[in-house]
């Protein structure tokens, strides 16, 4: 049976039958068909106030959920608002779908509104760019898109449609219309490495005393957490992880040994007195690397990624294992079974040695989690959110140093991704709109979203997106009057005299957000920190809790970890 449809629509019913979450964007003429067949048949699609809104909401809804984020845009300027979430999800691994609205090809090049070289501009930030040239291949290339999206290492696919496919009639057969399954969500495929390098591997694990494993964003992308979970604690291993790695096993877990890098607390010098480093889905950037001074030269390194191309990019590795995480990592458990009660009770007090250093770490920085100091601590500030956030809360943390400062103490209380930074690109502004991507995956997990008054600056607008779609969660503001980031790097560089262009305007969000019509939380001292963030989870509605933290450029870096910053010419120590 035939039946005739828009171009606009076709694509609308191809995108139902992945049974999607919402689609964040703002309309333009060439999509009205496309907008007009997902109210009738019944799409979510949430108008969004600023196009880089939409494209950070659909990666945090696909970080957190693990099926394809959904995002739209007009043409020109609507297109290129894409390109820093985009970079975001093409870095971060984020399977996502973006519709990008272009001109009618009848008058392209002849100065159309808005018209610009989009898909040049696009290509380099996305997996894949698919242009609809022949409206009857539209079935085709959005099955297409949501392969791409999701096999292999995910990320994001934009389908480039000229006004003229929009708008445009053909007659479709039914058999036309069909979606596979598998490309829902991620991970589409699984894969597994060579059994010769696996089996090497398996025995370099069995012997090895002070292992340690590190893990990154790749296990979440595998959905493996539990999977890697069972396997730490069938040997006896302790876990490392990076901002992304978050939650590879929980924080509160006796085998996590915290973030590593830049930013540690115990776990540079676990790596530093190992001798087996098993990576996981780590592409060992410079974050995690601290700036590629970890591991130290000389260590033995077992690499397993989904992405061939990582493998040597920054450290050798004595074995790469090219494979999914949670595939191979269920293979070595099941070949080193028969020797893992062995080697667990080998292990054990090696495993328990972690528990004693974290404890003496908290110890150690206990004057500054439990800090009394006015204005507001961060660490004091992440200390009550651990205390207050249950078991399957959720916090986002924008760019800059509020993902250092969640990464580095934010405890997540089982496996899986509860912490979503945007590390792929690491751009602020993320905050507010995650939040608004991430309420779409659970109607009653606490959801929290760290940002700096700068990155909120930035999203202010999309209050009234959230507003509208009435969804509850907290965007805690971390007020410190600057652009604290660039403020405490040139303290550290320059010295007391030296900040320029990095101070912001003392203001009150709490009365923004009251203006805006959500709820307004001022805290400025750490004894309203509780009530604050109890007041905040009953609310009904966004709410914005404003925490004046510290002035002081020499706080405003993670400090926790007590290490002394020396400053070479040319470093960039944070």
Partial sequence: MTIELTGGEAIARMISLYNPGPIYGMGGFQLLPFYDAARRIGLKHYLINDERAGIFAADAYAKISGRVGLADATLGPGATNLVTGLVEALNAGTPMVVLVGDSHREHSWKNMTQESRQTEILRPAVKELLRIEMISRIPELVRRAFAVATSGRPGP??????????HGVHEFEDQDFYAVAAHEAIPALRCRPERAPLEKAAGMLADARTPIILAGGGVHLSDAAGTLTAFSEALNIPV?????????????????AGLFGRYDRIANKMIEESDLIFVVGCKLGEIATKRFTVPPRG????????LPEEFGRTTDCAIALWGDVGATIAELKDMLAPRAAEIKARQAGYAADVVKRMDVWRQDV???????????????????????????????????????WGGLLFDTKKPGRAFVPDRGFASIGYGVPAAIGARATSPTRPIFAITGDGGFNMMLGELETARRLKLDFTIIVVNNAASGYIKALQHLMYGAEGYHASDLEETNYAKIGEAMGVTGIRVESPDQLEGAIKQSMAAKGPVIMDVVVTRDPAKMLPGVDNRTVKVKKGDRIA
């Avoid at 204005?375 to 993902?403: C, H, Q, W, Y």
Wanted: glycine share 8%; charged share 20%.
């Fill in 366 to 404: 206990s004057p500054r989690l439990n800090s009394d100091e006015t204005p507001v601590s961060m660490a004091r500030m992440l200390t009550e959110l651990n205390k207050a956030l249950p078991d399957d809360g959720i916090l986002i943390a924008d760019g800059g140093f509020a993902a250092h």
């Fill in 157 to 166: 696919v934009v389908i480039d449609v000229p006004e003229d496919i929009a």
């Fill in 240 to 256: 490392a992880h990076t901002l992304s790695g978050k939650g590879a096993i929980a924080c509160t877990s006796g085998l996590n």
């Fill in 299 to 306: 260590k033995t390194i077992i690499h397993l990624d989904l």
